[in-house]
């Protein structure tokens, strides 16, 4: 396995976050002082939900939409995230602002879990204190070239499994699942693993969202067995407006292998071109579709941001 990250993650160092500030609990800390307790139940047993979210121009993207995943999801597990919606957009502004990050090239991990227990056990009735709540934002970028690098897929054996193991629509802590395919998919040399539903049907990546284009057409699965995602669903939403025929379906590695173009998408580094999935070369470069869709995402930035 590389020593460092590849495919749509990959960003440029920068040196200031070295120290910057974290809110951990509505309380800023430089980096290296940030710290949690060793019983918190993220950190024990990986009970918790977050979200990831893009700063342009100091504006959160999509702010809406992750909330109200963040706090959907919570709702699913019976986690009290303990404040309102109003103080968790007050507690981001604050970081950004404590960070003097006015500018694009931003990153926040927002991250919430149960709290701390009182022993070591599964029980949320251990829970002794109210939720944690940690703001991790990071001058971080996607590298250059990333709108145009062909990325390089395998598929694993890793499935997304059936809702009443463990949703896959829940944006939780607990990733072992996506990590063990990322493994798989990195010692293959591959930038990321596409991962199939438990019917043999083509579900998403291990951290981002996947779509093939076909004929003219855009198809993407069905959602039944990966992440609502925002960025797949503004793609989905502004091909359709666009006039672009987009599908939200089942098809099959066949269909994959044999697509026009292919290409993912995820909040961090937007929609990014897929060049090789398993060892059949789906494109050398960047496709029309695949650039005139990240034109409309740009588009729908804009608005989101205006």
């Known amino acids: 396995m590389t020593d460092h990250a590849t495919g749509t993650h990959v960003f440029t160092p920068d040196p200031r976050n070295d120290n910057v500030l974290i809110d951990v609990n509505g309380e800023l800390f430089p980096r290296p002082e940030a710290k949690i307790s060793v019983f918190d ?25 992750h909330l109200d995943r963040l706090w959907q999801g919570a709702k699913a597990i019976m986690l009290d995230i303990g404040i309102s919606r109003e103080e968790m957009i007050a507690r981001l502004r604050r970081v950004l602002d404590a ?50 690098r062909m990325l390089n897929l395998f598929t694993v ?66 959602g039944d067995y990966c992440l609502d995602g925002i960025t797949r669903r ?36 937007g929609l990014a071109p897929i060049g090789t999935i398993d060892g059949r070369v789906i494109g050398t470069e960047r496709g029309p579709m695949v650039e005139r869709l990240q034109g409309l995402y740009r588009q729908a930035v804009e608005r989101e941001l205006a």
Request: proline share 5%; net charge negative.
């Open 234 to 269: 503004i793609v989905v939403e502004t091909a359709r407006e666009a006039g672009i025929p987009t599908y939200e379906r089942n098809f099959s590695l066949t269909d994959v292998y044999g697509a026009d173009e292919a290409f993912t998408t995820g909040t961090f580094a």
């Open 41 to 65: 139940s993220g950190f024990m047993l990986g009970d918790g939900v977050w979200e990831g979210l893009r700063v342009y121009n100091g504006k959160m993207a999509f702010l809406d939409r």
């Open 99 to 148: 960070n003097q990050m006015t500018g694009d090239g931003v990153h926040i991990r927002l991250m919430v879990t149960r709290g701390i227990r009182s022993t070591p056990y599964q029980d949320p009735r251990v829970v002794i204190s109210p939720a944690t709540i940690v703001m991790i934002p990071e001058w971080k970028a996607p590298a250059a070239g990333t709108a145009t």
């Open 157 to 222: 054996h890793v499935r997304r499994g059936y809702p009443d193991v463990q949703d896959p629509k829940l944006n939780s802590h607990s990733k072992l699942n996506c990590i063990t395919a990322c493994i798989q998919a990195a010692q293959a040399g591959a930038d990321e693993a596409l991962m199939l539903d438990p019917h043999g049907f083509v579900a998403t990546c291990n951290s981002t969202h996947f779509f093939i284009v076909r004929n003219g057409e855009v198809w993407t699965s069905t």
